[in-house]
């Protein structure tokens, strides 16, 4: 197929966007692990050195988070939950069969659960890291605060491993989705198949004439 018979998904800066909180995901993880269990302590000198790992973690941490809130801000609007969606979720058993069911929009119900889950733990992840964080900010807090951090922290954690795993799963699941983060680009039956609404939209916008060509 050639390139201009292509859809554009995610642009350059998206893609960059996107990279930047995964990498960032995993650094974060791996040493959060390395610090939760003992037998992973291993996972600790990816980062270097334990205690590298220790200072290092909480800025990775934040790094994660102010680039997830620019992909928050470019694509909330895409993952507010509608009518389609509840149609989407009633017929879960046949998504689960790979069958598309619903008039979708650039994200179904599962896409934009993940979202929310996402922002939801990162947002508790900051909120318990910056009570927890030594040595700038704990000694402002008191000891059981910041016992109560560590737990919720611990719990946010693990749900936003869990929502990645997920994600991951569901990237590599439906072929042609991790194209597009990659290169960017779906072809017209992909979007047609899994997205129609947008499809659509995309095509009319492609309709539309140009400022250049309506001039006489």
Request: with cysteine.
């Amino acid at each position: 197929m050639k390139k201009r018979d292509l859809i554009v998904r995610y642009s350059a800066p998206e893609r960059i966007n996107h990279w930047i909180v995964a990498f960032c995901f995993m650094f974060a993880a791996v040493s959060g692990l390395g610090f939760f269990f003992p037998s992973f302590n291993w996972l600790l000198n990816l980062l270097g050195t334990p205690q590298l790992a220790r200072i290092l973690h909480p800025f990775i941490g934040v790094a994660m988070f102010l680039a997830f809130m620019l992909m928050f801000f470019r694509y909330w609007k895409h993952n507010l939950v509608n009518r389609d969606d509840l149609d989407w979720a009633k017929n879960i058993h046949k998504v689960a069969m790979n069958e598309e069911v619903g008039d979708t929009g650039r994200y179904n119900f599962g896409q934009k659960c993940v979202f929310w889950a996402a922002i939801i733990s990162l947002l508790l992840l900051l909120a318990s890291g910056i009570v927890i964080w030594r040595p700038y900010f704990a000694a402002a807090f008191p000891i059981p605060l910041i016992r109560l951090a560590l737990l919720v922290h611990s719990l946010a954690a693990v749900g936003l491993i869990v929502v990645i795993m997920v994600h991951i799963y569901a990237a590599l699941w439906v072929k042609g989705t991790l194209t597009a983060m990659v290169e960017g680009w779906v072809t017209p039956l992909w979007a047609k198949q899994h997205h129609p609404r947008w499809y659509r939209a995309v095509r009319e916008q492609q309709s539309q004439p140009t400022k250049q060509e309506k001039r006489p």
